[in-house]
């Protein structure tokens, strides 16, 4: 059955309130496994969210920036690993709909709309330099390599990647490209073992000399340069996956507060409880300020703006994992022990800092931006 079939509530966040019980009586089991959540991604598709943010005349749910940052949130509470892999899905989804509001191409968007794909994203670890070597041949590249992490590999239906052309005319570049999971040579390899975020299966995609047609390569770069095409990506992506990792520490704090609720009179509580919330203030308040300037998908891909996602997602994630580092100090022994329910977000929100940029990375590439310097001049 097509999305098309049973068309969604426009009402997302009523949607995603009402799957998180359904959600959250799996996510213990897939943390404890280290198995992909199937089930979570099954739900998200049959609910119309994979395509919400498909703009309506393409057939999709028409929702808004907004909308969509509000309901991975939400879905965090019931299972942080399908929020997760769900955003990595929308943050290629997004990008194509920025495209859409400038007139450009994006063919993919109806695809989603109708067919409810996954799409699933390398760029995290390829980032500027890329890994994997494309070979230019007769119609298109041929292109090995091993991809990893990429979330929602189990689900995907095609890999949105790019690889290293080292012979290219004009010194090496990195092709960008769409492949199906589906060719030939594509395959997964189930390494994903990690801390946290245990249930995205954000496995290693294995590409084996696979063909890629010139009509799948929407760009081809200059390796090792800044492209405004990663102002684009940081814009779209950061802030969805940042909406997840806020609704972690949501969940850690409405869960350290039920625990507390007996121990509200002591004198150290308070104060403890008042350090929490403040952090996942400074949480909350800095995704907002990512999907304001986001601007509904209409932002310019500017360094400064670049920048200034980059800063915000540091800050978003180091408030949101205070935020539930201080839920332990709040919620007190029964908090601690495994089945207390912060255990496992204290683990998951740490996924924060893997996204780009890394703590260190971040700080110099946005200190060399507010300098007027090349922002890659200093690696």
């Given amino acids: 059955m097509t999305l098309l079939d049973d068309p969604p509530t426009t009402d997302w966040l009523t949607t995603a309130r009402a799957l998180v019980p359904e959600l959250a009586a799996a996510t213990a089991a897939h943390d404890r496994d280290g198995t992909f959540v199937q089930d979570g991604m099954d739900l ?5 969210l994979l395509a919400m943010l498909v703009p309506a005349d393409l057939g999709g749910g028409g929702a808004t920036f907004g909308d969509a ?5 939400t879905l965090a509470h019931g299972c942080p690993a399908t929020s997760l892999t769900l955003s990595m899905h929308m943050h290629l989804i997004a990008a194509q709909v920025w495209r859409h509001h400038r007139d450009l191409p994006a063919p993919v968007l109806p695809r989603v709309a109708a067919e409810g794909l996954v799409l699933v994203s390398t760029g995290a670890a390829d980032w500027i330099d890329s890994s994997g070597v494309a070979r230019k041949v007769e119609g298109g590249y041929r292109v090995t390599g091993r991809k990893m992490p990429a979330s929602g590999a189990p689900a995907g239906a095609v890999v949105v990647t790019s690889a290293r ?3 290219a005319p004009d010194g090496p570049q990195v092709v960008h490209m769409s492949i199906p999971f589906s060719a030939e040579g594509v395959s997964v390899e189930e390494t994903w073992d990690a801390m946290g975020m245990r249930g995205t299966g954000s496995h290693t995609v294995v590409l084996d000399d696979v063909f890629v047609p010139d009509a799948a390569v929407p760009l081809v770069r200059a390796a090792g340069e800044w492209h405004p095409v990663w102002a684009t990506v940081l814009g779209c992506a950061l802030p969805l996956i940042m909406a997840t990792y806020v609704g972690v520490a949501e969940a850690a704090v409405a869960r350290v507060l039920e625990l507390a609720a007996r121990r509200a009179e002591r004198p150290e509580t308070a104060p403890a409880v008042g350090r929490m919330v403040g952090q996942l203030a400074a949480a ?10 986001n601007d509904d998908l209409r932002f310019d891909p500017t360094i400064e703006n670049a920048a200034a996602a980059l800063t915000r997602k540091g800050n978003g994630a180091a408030a949101a994992i205070e935020a539930v580092r201080l839920s332990l100090e709040v919620g007190g022994g029964r908090a ?9 977000l ?9 996204h780009p940029l890394p703590p260190a990375a971040q700080q110099l590439f946005t200190g060399r931006v507010a300098l007027g310097l090349d922002p890659l001049g200093g690696r």
Avoid: I, N
Avoid at 44 to 48: E, F, I, L, P, S
Avoid at 336 to 344: K, L, S, T
Avoid at 348 to 353: K, Q, R
């Fill in 44 to 48: 998200v598709r049959d609910r119309g």
């Fill in 69 to 73: 940052c509000s309901v991975l949130t």
């Fill in 165 to 167: 052309w080292e012979d």
């Fill in 284 to 293: 909350q308040d800095t995704l907002a300020a990512m999907v304001r300037a």
């Fill in 336 to 344: 601690f022990a495994v089945g207390g329910g912060v255990e496992q």
């Fill in 346 to 354: 204290l683990r998951d929100v740490h996924g924060a800092t893997y």
